[in-house]
């Protein structure tokens, strides 16, 4: 998957300023935001700060908290300052995009207390997509910025959202501020970086819709693969997983999982679920392996994190898995992660792993 992040944040922060500018001769601190309670002025700096922390957090590797500063304004800072100040932070988010490693991960809060950097720049792009929106509402102003940024940045952190034909539209309504038809309006609202789950040899790192899409399309999903990876059965995950979230299904925790070494940051196969709990709250798990990982235990080293994730979960009382008769070696994975044999027919062999 070709780099993604940098070139798409310079490119939000340019469309914000150009649809701003021709407003700095007003006054926006005695102009309110569209549907917010800060003024023009002061939702301009929001998105400076949020641009900054986030390169920040990503830069600095922050693990448990943001990177404790802020930044403040010269006295006498007019309109045109401020737009200065929007492009310089947005390009030091862009650098630390470009710069950090694929690996790399840092601190945000939400949902699941860090993202990578894709995840950094698309919540940056997200910020400055809404909030350029908000300002330019206040001030009468047309915007809209290109519909593949507001759709790279759904299909990135908002992987609950179905996909519309309208991204700006869909990307307005995700961010609680439009309608759609036949989707009630939000009145709040969250994004979704990608669930990482860390073991002693490896991280299973959530695939978001993208990446899938990247896949089912031949190319790499953005991971580094083992031995020409990524394999048959990760490719077949990942198009299951695309046709959930077009058809609003997908719920990310419950999707497909890159597994990839901890020792030098190569994806050796994949891991996941086959759709939500059932209303027993019983859930399906499968995976592969790379041909030259096998027989290391990295397949039950994965298999016993992701199960002890879903279990204890209050939505999740059993995982099962169906293997072929005469495999041998998938069958032992299963029975060495804590799965017992609960059912069989001629093809197949059923395990279950309960709470």
């Not at 209303?279 to 016993?304: K, M, S």
Request: glycine share 12%.
């Amino acid at each position: 998957m070709r780099g993604w992040g940098g070139d798409q944040v310079e490119e939000a922060v340019a469309g914000c300023v150009a649809a701003l500018r021709p407003a700095v001769d007003r006054d926006w601190t005695g102009v309110r935001a569209a549907g917010l309670e800060w003024n023009c002025h002061e939702t301009a700096f929001h998105i400076a700060e949020d641009l900054i922390g986030y390169a920040a957090n990503l830069a600095g590797g922050a693990k448990d908290d943001y990177v404790p500063f802020e930044i403040t304004l010269d006295d006498g800072t007019d309109n045109t300052g401020l737009l200065q100040v929007i492009e310089a932070t947005g390009a030091l988010l862009a650098a630390a995009v470009r710069t950090a490693p694929r690996e790399a991960r840092a601190f945000h809060p939400y949902p699941f207390r860090s993202a990578n950097r894709e995840g950094f720049a698309a919540m940056g792009i997200a910020e400055v997509l809404a909030h350029t929106y908000d300002i330019a509402g206040g001030l009468g102003l047309e915007y809209e910025p290109p519909a593949a940024l507001a759709e790279s940045v759904l299909s990135r952190i908002f992987p609950h959202v179905q996909p519309g034909p309208d991204h700006w539209r869909t990307f307005l309504w995700a961010t609680g501020r439009g309608e759609l038809p036949g989707r009630a309006r939000l009145t709040g609202w969250r994004w979704n970086n990608n669930l990482v789950l860390p073991t002693d040899r490896l991280t299973l790192q959530g695939i978001t819709p993208a990446a899938a899409r990247d896949l089912v399309a031949g190319g790499d999903g953005g991971f580094e693969w083992l031995d020409g990876g990524p394999f048959e059965g990760t490719r077949d995950a990942a198009s299951f997983m695309l046709k959930a979230y077009e058809g609003g299904v997908h719920r990310p925790e419950f999707g497909v999982f890159a597994l990839v070494r901890r020792e030098d940051g190569r994806a050796i196969g994949g891991i996941g679920f086959h759709g939500v709990p059932d209303e027993e709250g019983r859930a399906e798990i499968g995976y592969d392996l790379t041909e030259a990982a096998r027989g290391t235990g990295y397949a039950t080293e994965a298999l016993r994190a992701l199960s002890d994730w879903a279990l204890a979960r209050d939505d999740v009382s059993t995982l099962f898995a169906t293997i072929e008769r005469d495999n041998l070696p998938s069958q032992a994975v299963v029975t060495r992660a804590g799965f017992r044999k609960a059912g069989e027919d001629e093809q197949t062999l059923a395990y279950e792993l309960g709470r």
